[in-house]
């Protein structure tokens, strides 16, 4: 049964990195569509304007994603903890053991 549990969990967390092979398989097939045109020839022809283009759309969603870690995510986390009776009692809780 421990074997079981640890091969879930292993699956589990692997499911996320396949994500990100996905994401290159469904870049690059949307970007199969411009194969055609005369930007699509150039851009295939040259490997680095490929590797290029990959690296920048990364460096790209990575600070979309830290601006909404360090601006949006905490407003949206105190707005969830605010609207949960559960986590408010908590909080309350906490505010007076402080107080003490």
């Known amino acids: 049964m421990k074997r079981l549990i640890r091969f879930k969990v292993y699956i589990d967390r692997g499911r996320g990195?396949?994500?990100y092979v996905q994401f290159i398989i469904t870049i690059t097939i949307m970007l199969k569509v411009y194969d055609d045109t005369s930007f699509g020839k150039w851009?295939?022809?040259?490997?680095?304007?490929?590797a290029l283009f990959i690296i920048l759309f990364f460096v790209g969603l990575a600070v979309i994603g830290f601006l909404d870690?360090?601006?949006i995510r905490p407003h949206e986390i105190s707005?969830?903890?605010s609207t949960n009776p559960e986590i408010k009692q908590i909080l309350d809780e906490v505010k007076k053991l402080s107080e003490k």
């Open 17 to 19: 990195y396949i994500g």
């Open 43 to 50: 851009f295939f022809s040259n490997w680095w304007a490929f």
């Open 69 to 71: 870690k360090k601006y």
């Open 79 to 81: 707005e969830m903890n």
